[in-house]
């Protein structure tokens, strides 16, 4: 794993940015930095007690389909120890993510560079960037989060910008707007966190605020919608009067692709830094890199202390390690020309491989991090369906998967997603959308809700379908008392009914007033749970 940039605030408010089951009322900040997301994610793993079952250090070399055993081979080694061993599993579950695999720009020279280089997905913290003359390459979501936290401290800083990108409003900003004046953030006070602390319905509202606002606005992806065209002139205008001291610098900045053809980005304060008087805007292409700085196509050399590398990653979902399944064939090949899966989690052809956040599994909008939710449920029920069921591997079907490739195909031929620009959410320029799922958030909460199990292939233990059903015996027969009445244990208590209305209960039931000393023991009848 790679080291994030943790000074950093996200772009997505704090409150959304959490799983639903484990909220944090405690956020300090509306955009939360990366120091503070690590924090709650450390105690969530603690909370659950999950660190004992991560391997840390490791790197896994090659995973190949056993199906003479069905099960899956992971070739791994120690990165500390060097060690290298095999381990044999009989699910694989591919967690790699979208944006991991980071990589050095395509430019001559980099290597030979003598000052500090740095990608900003691999950031050296020790590294002091104060005073010192520091180059950023890259204009995409990466390069608008360096370059505002760099500017500020540095004796220069020269932008180098190949391509355009909108600056979008700050997503879910109707709080922000409320708060403050500016774009950028702001602080929650101690009062209101502690009362969300002792008001949980009082936290849920305000959560549920800022999780509508970000559902919402899907409709700005279709291709000369109203919302579409009423994006494109807010955006416009609203980059143009951030660049209000330097108004020139919009005809480099801004696109004429449309918006959300790549992902919106809010930057707070991208273009008010790139307007100070120790930042250089530079659209040249650069030609090379040599010992002492950047040479671009023009001719010029700009010497620099720093060279800061925000260009991005590996989109092309080629894994980082061959995959090969059934047939011995590679993933790496299966997706040489083309992506296609089931719902982003399946492949035919590699059975019980799963993955979280595969191709056309990321949003345009909405929530991420419940879509991640779901498909690890959906895995989960995949995963039990294998050990109650006497499976020994299912896979979706070659059908399904043509159908959700096909059907992706169509949808986005209508949305902005396929329009012309460097995205990644295509692959190349003009390339099939590779990236996102074909619909809205809430669209892809529901698809995963329930598993299709119509749509997987199945090959069964000893080959016997009936092998779940086992020899007429439970294990919870030689059970202690709790083992043998499970099925008691979420038990609810219908009360007495105490004033003689009907309360909707259905008939034949019959319900009496039970008094004690001639008064009502309860108000009213109701269900209550006991735990």
Same mark, same amino acid.
């Given at each position: ?22 909220? +944090? ?12 997301? =690590? ?36 070739? %791994?080694?120690? !990165? ?9 599993? *009989?699910? !694989?579950?591919?967690?790699?993510? !979208? ?45 608008? $989060?360096?370059?505002?936290?760099? $500017?500020?401290? @540095?004796?220069? =800083? ?45 936290? =849920? &509202? ?21 919302? $579409? ?11 143009? &009067? ?55 196509? *023009? ?8 060279? @800061? ?22 993933? $790496?090949?299966?997706? &040489? ?18 993955? &979280? ?19 690890? +449920? ?11 069921? +006497? ?30 620009? +460097? ?18 958030? %809430?669209?892809?909460?529901?698809? =995963? ?5 119509? *749509? ?65 023991? %309860? ?9």
């Amino acid at each position: 794993m790679e080291i994030p940039l943790t000074s950093l605030p996200i772009d997505i408010p704090a409150h959304c940015y959490q799983l639903s089951f484990e909220a +944090n009322p405690a956020w300090t900040t509306y955009y939360a930095k990366g120091s503070e997301i =690590l924090e709650y994610w450390k105690r969530v793993a603690d909370k659950y007690d999950v660190r004992k079952y991560l391997k840390l250090s490791h790197e896994a070399t090659e995973a190949r389909w056993d199906r003479e055993i069905s099960k899956w081979r992971v070739k %791994l080694e120690d !990165l500390q120890s060097r060690e290298k061993f095999e381990d044999i599993a *009989d699910v !694989l579950i591919g967690g790699i993510g !979208l944006l991991n695999k980071w990589k050095w720009p395509e430019v001559p020279g980099l290597q030979t560079f003598k000052g500090r280089l740095l990608h900003n997905a691999a950031w050296d913290d020790s590294f002091s960037y104060k005073d010192k003359r520091v180059a950023v390459i890259g204009s995409g979501s990466s390069g608008i $989060q360096v370059v505002p936290a760099l $500017q500020p401290h @540095v004796a220069k =800083l020269d932008h180098y910008i190949r391509g355009r990108t909108w600056i979008a409003t700050s997503f879910a900003n109707a709080e922000l707007k409320k708060r403050t004046d500016s774009a950028s953030n702001f602080a929650f006070t101690a009062e209101e966190i502690d009362s969300w602390r002792c008001s949980p319905k009082m936290y =849920l &509202s305000f959560r549920k605020s800022l999780e509508a606002e970000l559902q919402s606005g899907h409709d700005i992806v279709e291709r000369n919608s109203a919302a $579409q065209r009423k994006a494109r002139e807010t955006f416009t205008e609203l980059m143009k &009067s951030r660049l209000a001291k330097k108004p020139e610098m919009a005809d480099h900045l801004v696109p004429s692709f449309p918006p959300l053809c790549r992902r919106l980005t809010p930057g707070p304060g991208y273009l008010e830094s790139l307007t100070e008087p120790n930042v250089e805007v530079i659209p040249s292409r650069i030609s090379e890199v040599n010992e002492t700085g950047i040479v671009t196509e *023009d001719g010029l050399h700009r010497p620099v202390d720093a060279i @800061v590398c925000a260009t991005g990653f590996d989109t092309s979902f080629r894994n980082r390690f061959p995959i090969y399944g059934f047939d011995g064939q590679s993933l $790496q090949d299966r997706w &040489s020309d083309k992506t296609s899966t089931y719902l982003s989690l399946a492949v035919d052809g590699f059975p019980n491989y799963f993955m &979280s956040l595969g191709p056309n599994s990321a949003l345009g909008s909405g929530n991420l991090l419940i879509l991640m939710e779901r498909l690890a +449920n959906y895995i989960a029920k995949l995963c039990s369906k294998i050990q109650t069921h +006497n499976i020994s591997s299912l896979q979706p079907s070659s059908s399904a998967v043509r159908n959700f490739t096909e059907f992706c195909d169509k949808y986005f031929a209508k949305t902005v997603f396929s329009e012309e620009c +460097n995205s990644w959410y295509k692959i190349g320029r003009n390339g099939r959308v590779a990236a996102v799922w074909p619909g809205s958030s %809430l669209h892809s909460i529901r698809a =995963l809700d329930e598993v299709r199990w119509e *749509d997987f292939e199945y090959t069964y233990v000893n080959d016997d379908p009936w092998g779940w059903f086992g020899n007429g015996w439970s294990e919870r027969d030689s059970g202690n008392q709790d083992e043998k009445t499970y099925y008691l244990d979420e038990q609810t208590m219908l009360e007495d009914d105490v004033d003689g209305e009907d309360h909707g209960y259905e008939e034949p039931l019959k319900r009496k007033r039970r008094k004690i000393n001639g008064t009502p023991t %309860l108000p009213k009848p109701r269900l209550r749970r006991y735990l």
